[in-house]
């Protein structure tokens, strides 16, 4: 294909690579996205997913909200696919400088990336509200219903809900790793939810590369499209 052998060439010819994705870049880990058609928002719950994750959901039902998010939003068995281990391993080449993700899985660093900027933060901090006691994953998923600190206060896993605003050093490191990229590649986003989406707009180079396995609203900015599934495009270019 064409376009692979394009988008090879600007990676061997690039020492400042910048990445961002979203829930795509983990559906072949097995962790369903939220807009395709088998993804989390085409399936039945008594709430729409968008209410339950929710920062005001959250407060009024804790309950319910535990109760969707330990089903539907952890999968502590998934490991990194093919996609997360090339990004890895182009940092490792000293070629790519960042990993932004929406994604709050925490498979870029189990893949082995080091400078991962998580938009959204992850599932695999959670803090108790009432004296900020840390606990990891484990110990969210160990606790019946609603997971609450030894201290009484209730622990809310350190990821960003709807209504919640993104980390600010996060969001400006991440508009300058872009700002001075050469090559962006923007891969498994719908590139729909704000303010992450609108980080596109920061890069000011030639070279922005969109993966994704259907079209997505930003194809016509872009100057290069790989139409395909990630992990499948990343295998075909990256030696692993
Ligand atoms: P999205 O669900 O809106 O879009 C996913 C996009 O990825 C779609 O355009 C789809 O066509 C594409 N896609 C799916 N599988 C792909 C594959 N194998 N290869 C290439 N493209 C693929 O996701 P989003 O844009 O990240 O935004 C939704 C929000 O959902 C984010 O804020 C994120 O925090 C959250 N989320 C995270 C996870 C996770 O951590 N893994 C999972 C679901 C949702």
Same mark, same amino acid.
């Given at each position: 294909m064409r376009e692979l052998e394009q988008l090879k060439t600007w990676i061997d010819e690039s020492s400042n690579i910048v990445f961002f994705g979203g829930a795509g870049v983990s559906t072949e880990s097995g962790i369903p996205d939220f807009?395709? *058609? #088998?993804? $989390?928002?085409?399936q039945q719950y008594d709430y729409p997913p968008e209410t339950i994750i929710s920062h005001s959901f959250y407060r009024r039902n804790p309950e319910e909200f535990y109760r969707f998010y330990k089903n539907k939003? $952890?999968?502590?068995?998934a490991k990194p696919n093919a996609a997360h281990l090339a990004l890895a391993k182009l940092e490792q080449q000293g070629k790519l400088k960042a990993v932004i993700t929406q994604?709050? #899985?925490?498979l870029h660093q189990a893949a082995g990336?080091?400078? *991962? $900027?998580?938009?959204?933060?992850? *599932?695999h901090r959670n803090y108790c509200?009432?004296?900020g006691k840390f606990y990891n994953l484990a110990d969210i998923m160990g606790m019946d219903g609603v997971p609450r600190c030894e201290c009484g206060g209730i622990i809310k896993p350190d990821v960003v809900l709807y209504e919640e605003g993104l980390d600010q050093g996060t969001l400006q490191k991440s508009v300058s790793y872009i700002r001075h990229a050469d090559v962006l590649i923007i891969g498994g986003?719908? $590139?729909?939810?704000?303010p992450a989406a609108g980080?596109? #707009?920061y890069y000011q180079g030639s070279r922005l590369v969109l993966i994704n396995k259907s079209v997505t609203a930003m194809d016509s900015r872009a100057d290069l499209v790989v139409s395909g599934k990630i992990g499948e495009v990343f295998s075909q270019i990256v030696e692993l």
């Open positions: 807009r395709s *058609v #088998d993804g $989390l928002y085409n939003m $952890l999968f502590p068995e994604n709050i #899985d925490g990336s080091k400078e *991962v $900027l998580e938009l959204h933060g992850s *599932v509200t009432r004296c986003t719908s $590139l729909t939810v704000y980080l596109i #707009d």
